[in-house]
T-cell receptor
């Protein structure tokens, strides 16, 4: 069953704007990961944040984790048309297995 | 680094045919590989976990006789869809993880689009 629930399901913005996606989960985790999927392709790992971390940055990406609320957010700053993709959060509760959320489809218009 | 190659990328075949999909880790050894199925505009559903040298662990509702998984080496896992039917048409994706503990990302192949006529 899907543990992660992203919102919004779809997000449409203009280039240069920031995009924020949220993820909620239900059980305790070792880490939470964010992935990007371009249409018809495999997933690309973006960021892994451990359960004892609260914030992590990678380039234009910022991920926060609130284990008390069982939620995470992914912020993409200064978005580009090339950021258009589906974004998934995935939780790891041990043994390397991931449980994926339903994803957010991001459309960045030039 | 951490490249996973998946072949073929697209298969179209007749009903009743068996189809084999390969997943290779090109620059690292993967003791564990995962097979997922994805329907259009939906998330990934884990089908099975493949461990090198042992039997795969299938998720509830996945027929192990229908979806045969072999992980004979540290760099190769195969998924064979036996006697495929139109309802097996889907996007199949594999991933691999290096044996460095739980806090490691999965590295994904580019997926195989299977269309059964």
């Amino acid at each position: 069953s899907q543990q992660g629930e992203e919102d919004p399901q779809a997000l449409s913005i203009q280039e240069g704007e920031n995009a924020t996606m949220n993820c909620s989960y239900k059980t305790s985790i070792n880490n939470l990961q964010w992935y990007r999927q371009n249409s018809g392709r495999g997933l690309v790992h973006l960021i892994l944040i451990r359960s004892n971390e609260r914030e992590k940055h990678s380039g234009r990406l910022r991920v926060t984790l609130d284990t008390s609320k069982k939620s995470s957010s992914l912020l993409i700053t200064a978005s580009r048309a090339a950021d258009t993709a589906s974004y998934f959060c995935a939780t790891n509760s041990g043994y390397s297995t991931l449980t994926f959320g339903k994803g957010t489809m991001l459309l960045v218009s030039p | 680094g951490a490249v996973v190659s998946q072949h073929p990328s697209w298969v179209i075949c007749k009903s009743g045919t068996s189809v084999k999909i390969e997943c290779r880790s090109l620059d690292f050894q993967a003791t564990t590989m995962f097979w997922y199925r994805q329907f259009p505009k939906q998330s990934l559903m884990l089908m099975a976990t493949s461990n090198e040298g042992s039997k795969a662990t299938y998720e509830q509702g996945v027929e192990k006789d229908k979806f045969l998984i072999n992980h004979a080496s540290l760099t190769l896992s195969t998924l064979t869809v036996t006697s495929a039917h139109p309802e097996d048409s889907s996007f199949y994706i594999c991933s691999a993880v290096s044996p460095a503990g739980d806090n490691q990302p999965q590295h994904f192949g580019d997926g195989t689009r299977l269309s059964i006529l």
